[in-house]
Structures are given as C-alpha cells and as structure tokens.
DNA sequence: ATGGCGACAGGATGTCGA
C-alpha cells in the first residue's frame, strides 16, 4: 500500500501537477496540505474520475488539508477532537490543519504544522501549542489502540542532518530546540521518521525556497514527514522522497513523500483487544 | 539582502508562507 503525503499550495493552482503525479505513481492514499480553498470549491470531481473519495477540511486563502484515497475512509475526523480540552478545540479551530481517517485498521493522521514565522513571534507561541494540543490528540489516539500513521508538514527539521546549511540556521525557525523537543514531544518514541529508516545519513530534502533558485542549488530543508508506529517498521518496504515535480513549471515549493507498507503480515496478536479492528 | 518568490483576495498592493 503507498500511503503519500504533499504540501501542494494551493488544490486549484497545483490540479493538474497532482493528476499527473498520481496517474504516474498510483498512491492508495495521498494526504494533502495548504489546499487554499473552502470545502464547497475544493475539485473533488478529477479525484473521482480516478476512482478516489476525497475528503476535506479547508478554508479560504490559508491552510486546509485533505485525504485523498482509493479506500473509502472510515471515522474521519477534522481538528482536533478528541484527548483534549474544550477551550484547546476553541483556540485552534479556526485553522484548518487535521484531518484524520481510519484505513484498514491504520489510523492516518494527516498534518499541516504552522509555521511560526520566527522564536520571537506570536505565531511561533501558536506552534508550540499547536504542537501540545497534536501530542494530547496523539495520546488519545494511542489510547484507542491500532496502528497509527502521522503524517505530513511538519514546519521542522527534526536534525541538522535535515537542513542544507545547518550553521546557517541554528537555532531559528524550524530548526530550533524548543520545536524539535515539541516534535518529540508528540512522537513520544512510539511513532518513528519512516524516511530514516532506509537513510541513516544522508542529505534528502522535501522543501525548497521559490527564492534564490534554491530548488536548481538543492538549497533544501526535510520538513515533510511520514511517521508510523514503530511496531509498523518491518512493515515499510520503502520510503521515498520524489523530488522531480519540484522541477515542473509552476510546482508546489514542497515535493510528494512517500512509504511503500507492506499489510500481509501485520502482527493482528497486537490488536487481541481492540474489537473495532476486527470490524474492518 | 527586513530582500528574494508565489498564492491569495480583489481589482493595487498587502499579507502570508518557510
């Protein structure tokens, strides 16, 4: 099963880049992020025609997210909603950022991570809590059992090892201690960076900057992640980060990721208590 | 480089992203 993930900016400017990539490559399940668009305007129907359901959670002009898959969803939720509090839900709600469905008994949660803009900012306050409020809804979800697949943009570079030019950027916005320990705040240990397990130390990048012809220097940072349950780690065959439609006309400044997840012989002895699995 | 580049709303140019 190719589960992907791809900060398109913008559904309706990025439309045809999306259809040729997934004519090309085929993902079971494709979660998007910054779609721009109110749900009632999101172009559900060339999803459709490829065989897709297509559910959404978006608003006008900023942020939304959206699942895309060949496998009908199942328990979709959108926001945060549960495994946290009234008055967190109030404060977050007015930006579209979660989508989360249930397929074949993985949890996929799909991410669109604020930004922060820089440490001193507002905004960057609203991402560490942001962040907060994602690991209670995680700890929730982990409660409910099953196996989980976070992913999508994060806004952070979880090692240097994910930035170009490291010294450059220490210690700034996405790059620094207070989101990394945030991010692994939400991971916890329990859900791991599928990228990593295939490429212990290489240099890899998700992102580039439309300025200073980034892309055409592979000036990038990896900021776009899939991470999966670690009991799931056997199960990854691969994952891939394609950078190619960076170099269309007109691409989103992220690239697609994906991971390969082989489901033939997924441990059920750890789901022996979990009814709603068996459902499925 | 307090600038780059691109999308958006709106109908010029400011805001936002990363």
Redesign the pocket.
Known sequence: MLIATW?V??I??RLSQIIDWINQVNPDILCLQ?T??IDDSFPIEPFEKLGYSVEVYGQ???NGVAIISKIKAENVKKGFCEGNSDEHIEFFQDQKRLISADFHGIKVINVYV??G??LDSD?FDYKLKWLNCLASFLDEQVKQGGFICLMG?F?IAPSNLDIHDPKKYEGE??ASKLERNALKNVLKGRLIDSFRIFEKNTDHWS?W????NAYELNKG?R?DHIYISTELSANIKSCVIDSLPRGNI?PS?HAPVMINLNLDDINLDLFEDEDDFFEI
Not at 209 to 212: E, G, H, T
Request: aromatic share 14%; glycine share 0%; hydrophobic share 20%.
């Open positions: 900060n900016n913008s309706r400017t910054e721009k668009v006008k002009s900023y604020p930004n803009s820089s905004k943009d806004n916005i996405m992102w900057d439309y300025r200073n940072w900021i007109r400044d």
